[in-house]
C-alpha cells in the first residue's frame, strides 16, 4: 500500500540509443520525497502509545494487531522514523543466534568492551577498555575520602552476545499511533504525497526533473 502512495517522477535516461540527441523517459518512485515526523512528536502522549515488539514480530502483525490490516505496516515504520525495516527493525532471537554463531567463535566468552557501573566519581555506563579494567584507580566518596580499587570494581566485561542482544533489545521500544489519529494520519500523508503545480508538473502524482 505505501509504494501505491508514493507519488513518481519521470526523467530522462540518456543516451540510451542511437541517435544520441534522444533519450528514453524513465518513470521511477520519487523516494526522495519522505515524509519524516519530528522527533519533538513523541513528547507528546496524546498521540502515541509506547509499545514493546515481542520476539519474532514483524511490522506487518503489529498493524493487523493494532489497525485492523496488515497493509499499514509503513504506518508503523514511518511515525518511528524507521527507514529500512531490515536494519530498523529489532531481528528474532533465532536470527540474533545464527548471527552470532555464523560470524563468531565464541561470542558469549569474548569480550566486546568493559562496562562501568555507579562508584565514586564514575557513573553507571560508560564503556573502558581492558587498560582500565586492569589499572587500580583513585576514588572520591563525595565527602573528601579517597581510595584505591582495581579497576574490576569499577567495571565489568561485556560479551559480544550481550552488546548485541542489547543493541537489539533498544529497537524493541517503538511508539504506535493511536488509532483514533490513524486514519487522519493517513489522509495527510496522501495529501502531502501530491505534487502542486509547477514547471515540472504533470499531475498530481508525477513530475518530471528539470
Not at 513518481?8 to 534522444?22: A, L, Q, R, T
Not at 559480544?160 to 533498544?170: I, L
Amino acid at each position: 500500500m505505501y509504494f501505491n502512495l508514493v507519488p513518481n517522477i519521470i526523467y530522462d535516461e540518456k543516451p540510451i540509443k542511437y541517435p544520441f540527441s534522444e533519450s528514453d523517459k524513465i518513470i521511477a518512485k520519487n523516494f526522495f520525497r519522505r515524509y519524516k515526523l519530528n522527533d519533538e512528536i513523541f513528547s507528546t502522549a496524546v498521540f502515541f502509545n509506547r509499545y514493546k515488539i515481542i520476539d519474532g514480530e514483524r511490522p506487518d502483525m503489529v498493524a493487523n494487531k493494532l489497525y485492523g490490516n496488515p497493509f499499514f505496516d509503513w504506518v508503523i515504520l514511518m511515525t518511528n522514523n524507521l527507514v529500512n525495516a531490515h536494519f530498523d527493525w529489532p531481528m528474532s532471537n533465532y536470527e540474533i543466534n545464527k548471527i552470532l554463531e555464523n560470524e563468531y567463535d565464541n561470542p558469549y566468552t569474548e569480550i566486546k568492551y568493559y562496562r562501568t557501573v555507579q562508584k565514586g566519581q564514575y557513573p553507571a555506563g560508560l564503556r573502558v577498555d581492558k587498560a582500565f579494567f586492569d589499572k587500580q584507580h583513585k576514588i572520591n566518596d563525595g565527602f573528601g575520602n579517597i581510595s584505591i580499587v582495581n579497576g574490576s570494581e569499577i567495571c565489568g566485561p561485556v560479551s559480544v552476545a550481550q552488546d548485541f542482544t542489547e543493541q537489539n533489545e533498544t529497537k524493541r521500544r517503538i511508539y504506535l499511533l493511536k488509532p483514533l489519529y490513524f486514519k487522519q494520519f493517513v489522509n495527510d500523508f496522501k495529501k502531502n504525497s501530491q505534487y502542486k503545480k509547477s514547471s515540472n508538473y504533470i499531475n498530481q502524482r508525477l513530475k518530471q526533473t528539470g
